[in-house]
Nanobody, 122 residues
Framework: QVQLVESGGGLVQPKGSLRLSCAASGRTFSSYAMGWFRQAPGKEREFVAAINWSGASAYYADSVKGRFTISRDNAKNTVYLQMNSLEPVYTAVYYC???????????????WGQGTPVTVPS
């Protein structure tokens, strides 16, 4: 079992930055690929970024390439999402998830956090 707790969300002005964190419990954190997803009001949950167990490989949704960076610190059981140049379209609840492969599908992840909201006003 892996329990995930996100933090770092909030209100940020356009062009601003936020760093989300996701703290994991359990001694097997380094065995899992980690992903970030988001869900805007009235929309389906969608993939944002993923990173493999070691941190050596990552990939991103096209909509966030060049703006967001995913990273992890296995010693701290934490995965991060640095978000820069935020725009209102990025307003959503952001979720982290743990799975066994570096994939972009919601169904590919076994464990989910409760989410942290990010609001970028227009």
């Amino acid at each position: 079992q892996v329990q995930l707790v996100e933090s770092g969300g909030g209100l940020v002005q356009p062009k601003g930055s936020l760093r989300l964190s996701c703290a994991a419990s359990g001694r097997t954190f380094s065995s899992y690929a980690m992903g970030w997803f988001r869900q805007a009001p009235g929309k389906e949950r969608e993939f944002v970024a993923a990173i493999n167990w070691s941190g050596a490989s990552a990939y991103y949704a096209d909509s966030v390439k060049g703006r967001f960076t995913i990273s992890r610190d296995n010693a701290k059981n934490t995965v991060y999402l640095q978000m820069n140049s935020l725009e209102p379209v990025y307003t959503a609840v952001y979720y982290c998830a743990a799975g066994l492969g570096l994939r972009n599908g919601v169904g590919s992840y076994d464990y989910w956090g409760q989410g942290t909201p990010v609001t970028v006003p227009s």
